[in-house]
Structures are given as C-alpha cells and as structure tokens.
C-alpha cells in the first residue's frame, strides 16, 4: 500500500533537494542546514551544531513520509490503532531513522567526506528519557513494527522533561538526580500548542436529575490541566509509512531539581519527572489522575 496520495506533498523525487539520498546532495544539505538552521559556520561549528545539521537533513526526508502518511489515512478514513502507554523507551532517534531510510551508510560516506566523525556526530544525541525498560522498550518497538508493517497507528504518551533519573547512594540512601535529557531541546518532535486539550484528574461522581427527571451520573474532577501534545514520526523499515507518537506535556510547567520524589512528582505535573522515589505510590496516582 503506498502512502503518497493526492493531496500530500508531490512523490518523493531523486532530484529534490530535500528528499535525496544521494551523497553529494546530502553533504549539500548538510551544510545548508548548519548555515540556515543553526545560524553557523565550520570555523564556528561545534559538535552538537553538527549533529543537528545532520539530523535536520534527515529529518526532511522523515517529514515527507510522515505529511503523506497523514494524509492518506486521512483520505482513506482509515481506522487507527490507539497505543496507550507511560513509557516509550524509544532510544536515539538520528541513527535509527538512517537505517530506516536506507542511507545509514550513505550518510557516513557524506559526513566523512566533509572532514567529520560520523560515530561522534551520532553520539551527541542525548537518549530521550521516556522509558525504563522492558515496558517502554515493548511499546516502542510495537510502533516500529506497526509503522513497518503500515498499520495506522497513534502512540499515547507522557513527555517527561527530565527522563528517568540518576541513581547515587548518600547516607546509605538512594538519592536522584534529573536527566535533562532536554535541556538543548531536540530536533525530532514538533510541538501542536493548536492542539492543546484539557486533562481532567481526580474528582469524584456524583447524581443528578437531567431536564426529564431522570437519574443521571457525572464525573465532576479535582483538577484540570492543559495537555500540550508534542509529534514525533515513528518511520517504518525501508517504508514510505511514518506513524506518530504523540507525547503530551503539561503546560506552563518549569522548574530545577537538586532531587525527584514522589511529592514534587504530585507538585509540578505528571510530565516533569519519568521516575524517582515513590514510596506512598503519589507519583503512580498522579500519573492515574486519581
């Protein structure tokens, strides 16, 4: 089944710059994008600004698919597969999205050429900290096998701004510290502020009688938050079809830890802090929203 339809960006052209996988046009891209992306030059150009011209230019031959994608399912009125879950342990993104393309070592030719460490370029990319093994690792993987096998396909999930923790023993106890997996932002997800929705948490139900007299029963809730989702394509194996996982963060929510627990999940919001501490189970029902 091929996702390119009416409708979407034109079919995926060798010659377009954008979309070309030969390797002088990624090393033209490469350098446009270290130019007009990051606002750089060689002589001024550090390893993570090369990183992100590289995953920029891989990026543009990932939104092609994706914008097609979209659209044909939204042509086709396709039914989807909703996957629900806190964790997606989806691991670094720019190699990944290589071997997927085909042009891993396509890539490697083009960055060598231009006088650069393909393995260091790669290794500048901080893991994103939404997962803690096997759970995460299982719903990341069902959303690379169901991109591959082109099923329709939204994954749900919890952007968590400091990922899962760092461990280290203090007095015998165990002591967290944040993963600012973040904190120079990342090239792979676009943010959806026109797609913001209320989340409701906690609450209890209560009766009521409706304009006919009749018994009825409503959800009033605790609280309610603003949920900002976050889009990142998930590119199936040697495939035209990129699904999305579509990560929700709680809006307006800043802040810096020394340590994460369970009362600072509960405090700043389920999408702060992936782990940490939980003794009393809090951070488990702030997450459950009960």
Known sequence: MDMLVAGAPSAISPDDERTAFSKEALKRAFLDKLFYMQGKFPALATKRDYYL??????RDRL???????????????????????????????LGNNLVNLGIYETAKEA????????????QQEE???????????????FLDSMATLQIPTM???????FGIFEQ??????????TDKWLRFGTPWDIARPEWAVEVKLGGRIETYA?????NRVRW??????????YDTPILGYRSNTANTLRLIVREGMTMGLAGVGAGLVCAVGVSQVLGGADPAGKAREARLGV
Do not use: K, M
Request: glycine share 14%; proline share 4%; net charge negative.
């Open 127 to 141: 893991e994103p900290g939404l997962g803690n093994g096997g759970l995460g690792r299982l719903a990341a993987c």
């Open 63 to 93: 939104l092609q698919r994706w914008v097609s994608t979209a659209a044909a399912y939204t042509g086709q009125r396709s039914r989807t597969v909703a996957y629900l879950s806190a964790e997606f342990l989806i691991g670094p993104h």
């Open 168 to 177: 280290e023993i203090v007095d015998g106890w165990q002591a967290e510290r």
């Open 155 to 161: 994954g749900y999930g919890i952007r968590y701004e």
């Open 220 to 229: 009033v809730p605790e609280r309610v938050v603003i949920g900002v989702p």
């Open 210 to 214: 409706d304009e006919h007299d009749r």
């Open 53 to 58: 011209a590289l995953a920029y230019v891989v």
């Open 111 to 122: 960055v060598t050429e231009l006088g650069l460490g393909f393995d260091e370029l790669l």
